[in-house]
Antibody, heavy 125, light 112 residues
Framework: QVQLQQSGPGLVKPAQTLSLTCAISGDSVSSNSAAWNWIRQSPSRGLEWLGRTFYRSKWYNEYADSVKSRITINPDTSKNQFSLQLNSVTPEDTAVYYC???????????????WGQGTLVTVSS | DVVMTQSPLSLPVTLGQPASISCRSSQSLVHSDGNTYLNWFHQRPGQSPRRLIYKVSNRDSGVPDRFSGSGSGTDFTLKISRVEAEDVGVYYCMQGTHWSWTFGQGTKVEIK
C-alpha cells in the first residue's frame, strides 16, 4: 500500500518561499513507472496541477506555466521523498497543497492514484 | 490549457435514486496513442480526492460497481446507479491527454 506523508509549515509570509515535503512509503521516488506530483486546491482556482518529478533513466521535472518561474520540485532518493519549493509567494498562493503519485506503463497513463493528506498553507504577514 | 466544464455544479439527490454528472472538454481528449485520458475523482469534506475512474470507464479497485464512467471525444459522464449516503461530496473530472493536466470545477452531490 502506497502512503504519502506531507510535512511543512502552514504559514508563510508574503515574498518568502513555501516549502513542503512528501515522504513516500510503499513505492520508490526512483520508480520507472511513477511520477511524483504537487497539486493545490483553493476556492478561487479549484484543483490546479503545479508540477512533477520522475525518473526515466535520468531525472525530469515538468511545471505548470502558471508557476514555472517560481517553482522547484526535487527528489531525495536517500530519504525516498520529494519536495516543493514555491518562491515569492503572495496571498493568491494560499491553498491546500497535495502531493500525489501518478502511474503510467506501456498501456498508457493512469493519472494520480495516491494522494497525501493535504497541507493548508496560508500566505499572510 | 484544456478547459473542463462540469454540469450541474450542484446535484441534490434522493437516496436510492440514480445520479449523473456531465463533463465536457474544450478539445478532444483522444491521445495520439489512441487512449482517452479522462479520470473521475470523489472528494469528501476535509479529505483528499480519491480516484474512482481512469481512462473514461475503468473503475479503481474497491470502487462500488454502482459507479460507471462513459463518453468519448469531448463529452463524458459519471453515473451513480443508486446513490448511497457515503456518496455525498464533490466529484471532479480531470484530463491528462493535453499538457498540462486540468480539472473540472466540481459537482457537489448532496442528499435531499
Amino acid at each position: 500500500q502506497v502512503q504519502l506523508q506531507q510535512s511543512g509549515p502552514g504559514l508563510v509570509k508574503p515574498a518568502q518561499t513555501l516549502s513542503l515535503t512528501c515522504a513516500i512509503s510503499g513505492d520508490s521516488v526512483s520508480s520507472n513507472s511513477a511520477a511524483w506530483n504537487w497539486i493545490r486546491q483553493s476556492p478561487s482556482r479549484g484543483l490546479e496541477w503545479l508540477g512533477r518529478t520522475f525518473y526515466r533513466s535520468k531525472w525530469y521535472n515538468e511545471y505548470a506555466d502558471s508557476v514555472k518561474s517560481r517553482i522547484t520540485i526535487n527528489p531525495d532518493t536517500s530519504k525516498n521523498q520529494f519536495s516543493l519549493q514555491l518562491n515569492s509567494v503572495t496571498p493568491e498562493d494560499t491553498a491546500v497543497y497535495y502531493c500525489a503519485r501518478e502511474q503510467s506503463d506501456s498501456s498508457g497513463w493512469y493519472g494520480p492514484d495516491y494522494w497525501g493528506q493535504g497541507t493548508l498553507v496560508t500566505v499572510s504577514s | 490549457d484544456v478547459v473542463m466544464t462540469q454540469s450541474p455544479l450542484s446535484l441534490p439527490v434522493t437516496l436510492g435514486q440514480p445520479a449523473s454528472i456531465s463533463c465536457r472538454s474544450s478539445q478532444s481528449l483522444v491521445h495520439s496513442d489512441g487512449n482517452t485520458y479522462l479520470n473521475w475523482f470523489h472528494q469528501r469534506p476535509g479529505q483528499s480526492p480519491r480516484r474512482l475512474i481512469y481512462k473514461v470507464s475503468n473503475r479503481d479497485s474497491g470502487v462500488p460497481d454502482r459507479f460507471s464512467g462513459s463518453g468519448s471525444g469531448t463529452d463524458f459522464t459519471l453515473k451513480i446507479s443508486r446513490v448511497e449516503a457515503e456518496d455525498v461530496g464533490v466529484y471532479y473530472c480531470m484530463q491528462g491527454t493535453h499538457w498540462s493536466w486540468t480539472f473540472g470545477q466540481g459537482t457537489k452531490v448532496e442528499i435531499k
